[in-house]
């Protein structure tokens, strides 16, 4: 992803405001990237003359480039939607001040920042909640087609609209949108059928995405972060499994109004076996030149192989029932979201990687057996500072 901590000089970061390069005022940027919220962006700058205290104003557009010298890119663009000023009539930072105590004159430095601003922006997904219909809406077609449709109206591009399966729905039984706004009523759509709604800005512009959560779980990784105490890209992790806590596996019970009987959905897959935790050869020989715990090693690896129960038996199953002999909502209620399967979360902090976004992949490395491997990414932190010449990324993951 990034380049190696003791290659990295200063950050990237750049702002476009209206089109126009404004980088060399840029004071911080921070950029909330969340699987199911709007991203925001909140951008800081050194203002001595008024210039952007005077001139930005809402509904312009601004547009926010991070990274390093050999890895940067855009990552978002928005719409600002507030603007936040603070002046200070103090004396420049460094000058000194007089001041008379007891007889006696004491001189002592002023600390002041001057002029700032700070613009608060969110991804262009804030098109489609500005308006609300003032009736019902029944649509008619393809879920793809509806959906399209409906951004279009807002002039955002589509990257990807990509499910499993496509409902269609008809004049006899539409699809009804209440009197709630375009955003909202596609979020309930993505719930409704396990997928992931965004805008994300990538090839130079932001894009529209609708895409099943399991497509997004067997689509390539974007990187990968490496825990190696000193040198790796992962400056900390905590992590846990708690096999209750995982996506629950649900059941559909039915009663026949006929006949009063209960009909029940197929028993469900069992969870695909975990892989057995495996000693690193490497690891083990290090341990066995410590002597006795090299040793406590190779009996833990025992203990943990012949365990009885497994975490796959902790993990929830559910019984729905009372709902109508419907074939597709019945699939809908027993959907299982891919990306939390395992019952296994975790939030870290990073060397700044642009790589590194909410709603896809990523590997991470040197933590431990069971823990190594592809994690889902749910919410990305983004923080860079210039006077502080710092770029980190905070991210939660879950699998």
Not at 6 to 15: A, D, H, N, Q, T
Not at 58 to 76: A, C, D, N, P, Y
Not at 135 to 150: R, V
Not at 337 to 351: C, D, E, S, Y
Request: proline content about 5%; aromatic content about 6%; hydrophobic content about 35%.
């Amino acid at each position: 992803m990034a380049g190696k901590g003791s290659s990295v000089k200063s950050p990237v970061l750049k702002i476009l405001l209206e089109g126009s390069k404004t980088s060399l005022d840029v004071k911080q940027v921070t950029i909330h990237d969340h699987e199911s919220l709007i991203d925001q962006a909140i951008i800081v700058f050194d203002d001595p003359h008024r210039i952007y205290t005077e001139h930005a104003k809402e509904g312009q557009t601004v547009k926010v480039q991070l990274g390093w010298s050999k890895e940067s890119s855009f990552i978002f663009e928005g719409i600002i939607t507030g603007v936040d000023g603070y002046s200070t009539n103090a004396k420049k930072k460094g000058s000194t001040e007089s001041k008379k105590e007891a007889g006696t004159v004491t001189k002592k430095k002023t600390d002041t920042t001057g002029r700032s601003v700070t613009l608060k922006a969110l991804d262009l997904s804030y098109r489609m909640k500005k308006s609300i219909p003032k009736k019902t809406i029944d649509h008619t077609g393809k879920l793809s087609t509806i959906i399209k449709k409906i951004v279009a109206e807002h002039k955002i591009p589509i990257g990807q609209i990509s499910l499993d399966k496509d409902p269609e729905f008809t004049k006899k039984k539409p699809l009804r949108q209440g009197l709630v706004n375009d955003w909202a009523f596609i979020q309930v759509m993505a719930s409704k059928y396990g997928a992931m709604s965004c805008v994300e800005y990538n090839e130079k512009k932001s894009q529209f995405y609708f895409i099943s959560q399991s497509q997004l779980m067997k689509g390539e990784r974007k990187g990968t972060l490496r825990l190696c105490h000193g040198v790796g890209h992962l400056i900390e992790f905590e992590y846990q499994r708690v096999a209750g806590t995982a996506a629950a596996k649900r059941r559909v019970a039915l009663i026949n109004r006929r006949t009063g009987k209960t009909v029940a959905s197929p028993p469900t897959k069992p969870d695909k076996p975990e892989t057995p935790t495996k000693p690193d050869p490497a690891h083990q020989d290090s341990l066995d030149k410590k002597g006795g715990v090299g040793k406590r090693n190779k009996e833990a690896v025992k203990l943990a192989a012949a365990a009885k129960q497994t975490p796959a038996e902790q993990r929830p199953e559910k019984t729905v029932t009372g709902i109508p002999a419907d074939p597709d909502l019945t699939e809908q209620v027993t959907h299982r979201n891919p990306t939390r399967v395992l019952g296994m979360n975790g939030k870290g902090k990073a060397i700044g990687t642009v790589k590194l976004r909410a709603k896809s992949k990523i590997e991470l490395l040197g933590i431990a057996a069971w823990a190594d491997g592809d994690w889902y990414v749910k919410e990305v932190i983004h923080k860079a500072n210039r006077a502080a010449n710092t770029y980190t990324s905070q991210f939660v993951v879950t699998r």
